[in-house]
């Protein structure tokens, strides 16, 4: 069968999977419209926590983005992981015991204050939505390189999906979706990947062949070693050297943690479980599924990197195997022949440099590198729209709740049925997807830029408030309130200021201390802890019953 | 009654405390400020500090979340309030079938 044939089967049968999924859970309360009705078992919550966190990024770019950073690298491997810890043990067993719906609920409740509820709207909808942009873009990008569809229409395609499963079931329904989504993004990311390594090191587990030898069809030696030599040969830095400031990697490390233990579609999902062990349980589930693929990506980069470097590196372009041509004409992969000898020259120097490698070809062109027959590589194509399609209904939830729950009905409108308000959920979805449908297709050029803004707002605001609000019952809603608003302030100003006043500006000379917009988040955090912490001491109290409710989400098994 | 719920968060925090310092030793010291000193060790392949970065601090993290659950079983076993939810769990499911013959 061709690969277009192959491609086609994969990505349709598990479109039917989703779709028949959405049709067996649909939500009929507000109750399993918001959190599934309580009742997710914690290995299915785990694995809908997996998917819901793995994105288009993590499961197309991010082997890539490893595979040129080197050891630096490692800020994305543990920024986005080491979070799990933090939530698991600070903040998703006490917020279950908490027992309502969305952050933005507790944030209001917590701090008997509607302006610190809408603080927290503000942030927890433009969080998702800067987040829920570059999904859609993926669904996109997939399905116009391995279907051939238009990107616009892939959009559409897209959105009709999640639109589906989203309105019909809420949470109930991508919550079993997204179970059935992280099979296909696993098996999918796993079966070039353990190809690869036992091609190119004898080793079936790629987290071994990653420490392993090479075998002698590629010379033999540690491949660590070879690819720091072949590094050190083309005037790269050493592949297991790192290049950034330690201080800079130290901030972007921890603003990535504390992003990621303060974002609210994550969060939400610890909601959806029977009770504060289950939470516990579902948390350490969630990452055990996410560190498969997040050692796995560090291998697959450095298997690729090896690879890519002998394939091409003063190799004749005439020469170049069929995936080369094939990438070439999406532009993925662009030679022009400098000094005109035929050769490609691939070295660190841009002047001599004739290669140009997009970084998600690491993953998108793994299995033909590899030669894997056609269907891993239609595999990979229901892969990423499994990732993109899991995460962007997960973020749209979030804003669907946020808009129906925390602004209409613990706001606006309280007085509203339950039945009205879960009608305003499904209308509030339906704007969301279009919104994001919006961005996928004409994506705003500051997209890749925010995505530092969305992490960085998330570590600066919910993180510090959520914890203090659990771990503090003294503190109060000015302290809560001043504290967040300083870090997000201060972290936004920082960012608009070299991501879009002066990019020119934007490298480590001009950084404050050497710390990258990426990592400032982290300052921001210190500072909302800080200020809270101050302002809380020369204010009153919280009242009598916001302590009650402190003691008690900190024992589980006490009545709401 | 309150002075339980006392000594509880007390254990729950010395918890806390132990794991979150492993935590941070393997996240910050030994994979980012330390991890040139810690490259001069060979693990196999790898040098040591490299792998903490990119695999090791991970499968840590892992580890340290069930070893939490573990121990904070046995601080529910103790105050006994693995029974309490389980009475919460059986009242709640009453209630969610109530609410289905409803």
């Given amino acids: 069968m061709s690969l277009q044939v192959w491609t086609y089967l994969c990505v349709g049968l598990s479109f039917i999977l989703y779709i028949a999924i959405a049709v067996k859970s649909r939500a009929s309360s507000t109750r399993e419209f918001y ?35 080197g050891r630096d690298g490692a800020v994305y491997l543990m920024g986005w992981t080491g979070g799990y810890v933090l939530l698991a043990l600070m903040i998703a067993p006490y917020l279950r015991d908490f027992g309502k719906f969305t952050v933005p609920d507790f944030i209001g409740d917590r701090y008997y204050s509607q302006f610190a509820r809408m603080v927290a709207v503000v942030c927890a909808i433009f969080v998702s939505f800067t987040y829920v942009a570059g999904q859609m873009r993926g669904v996109g990008v997939v399905f116009s390189r391995f279907l051939e569809v238009d990107i616009d229409m892939g959009v559409f395609i897209g959105m009709g999906i999640v639109f589906f499963y989203a309105v019909l079931g809420g949470m109930k329904g991508i919550t079993y979706t997204q179970v059935a989504q992280y099979c296909v993004l696993i098996f999918a990311y796993m079966v070039p990947a353990v190809f690869i390594s036992i091609m190119m090191t004898g080793q079936a587990i790629p987290q071994l062949g990653f420490g392993g030898q090479l075998t002698d069809a590629y010379g033999g030696g540690y491949l660590l070693d070879r690819l720091d030599g072949l590094h050190e040969e083309l005037g790269f830095a050493a592949y297991t050297s790192g290049v950034r400031s330690t201080l800079d990697v130290l901030c972007i490390t921890a603003a990535l943690i504390m992003g990621t233990a303060g974002l609210p579609h994550v969060i939400i ?26 050692t796995t990506a560090p291998a697959i980069a450095a298997f690729a990197r090896t690879n890519l470097i002998n394939t091409v590196n003063n190799a004749e372009y005439i020469s170049m195997p069929a995936w080369f041509r094939t990438w070439e004409n999406t532009n993925l992969i662009s030679f022009t022949d400098k000094n005109g000898d035929g050769l490609i020259q691939y070295v660190a120097d841009p002047d001599v440099n004739e290669l140009v490698v997009d970084r998600d070809i690491i993953v998108l062109a793994n299995p033909e590198i590899a030669q894997l027959p056609n269907w891993v590589i239609a595999l990979v194509a229901a892969g990423g729209l499994a990732a993109a399609l899991s995460t962007a209904a997960g973020l749209l939830l979030v804003i669907s709740t946020a808009i129906s729950h925390d602004l209409l009905k613990r706001n606006l409108m309280p007085d509203i049925t339950e039945k009205q308000e879960l009608l305003y959920a499904r209308i509030a979805i339906f704007f969301a997807v279009c919104v994001a449908g919006y961005f996928g297709i004409r994506p705003p050029g500051f997209v890749a830029q925010v995505v530092a803004f969305a992490f960085g707002l998330a570590a600066s605001s919910f993180f510090p408030a959520i914890v203090l609000g659990i771990f503090s019952i003294r503190m109060n809603k000015e302290g809560a309130v001043s504290g967040m608003i300083t870090g997000i302030a201060f972290t936004a ?24 917009p990426e990592g400032i988040g982290a300052v921001g955090m210190l500072l909302n802890f800080l200020v809270a912490v101050l302002v809380c001491r020369f204010t009153d109290s919280p009242p009598r019953d916001v302590q009650d409710m402190v003691l008690d989400i900190r024992v589980p098994g006490k009545p709401d | 009654m309150r002075s339980d719920d006392n000594r509880y968060w007390k254990e729950n925090i010395r918890i806390l405390t132990i794991l979150l310092s492993i935590w941070f030793v393997v996240s910050f010291l030994m994979s980012v400020i330390f991890v040139d000193q810690l490259d001069s060790i060979r693990l196999g392949g790898f040098k040591l500090g490299f792998w903490m970065a990119q695999q090791g601090s991970v499968y840590v993290y892992v580890i340290l979340i069930f070893v939490y659950l573990k121990l904070m079983d046995r601080l529910d076993h103790k105050y006994h309030h693995e029974e309490k939810a389980i009475l919460e769990e059986e009242q709640r499911q009453e209630n969610a079938a109530a609410d289905d013959q409803a």
């Fill in chain 1, 493 to 516: 100003i920082y960012i608009v200021y070299f991501k879009f006043i002066n990019p020119a500006l934007d490298n480590a000379d001009h950084w404050w201390f050497g710390i990258s």
């Fill in chain 1, 269 to 294: 999902r610890f909601f959806t479980v029977p009770s504060v062990r289950a939470a516990r349980k579902s948390a350490g589930y969630a990452l055990l599924f996410i560190a498969i693929l997040y």
């Fill in chain 1, 35 to 69: 959190i599934a009705g309580a009742h997710v078992p914690p290995v299915a919550n785990g694995l809908a926590t997996a998917a819901d966190w793995m994105s288009a990024a993590s499961f197309i770019s991010m082997a890539g983005i490893v595979s040129y950073m």
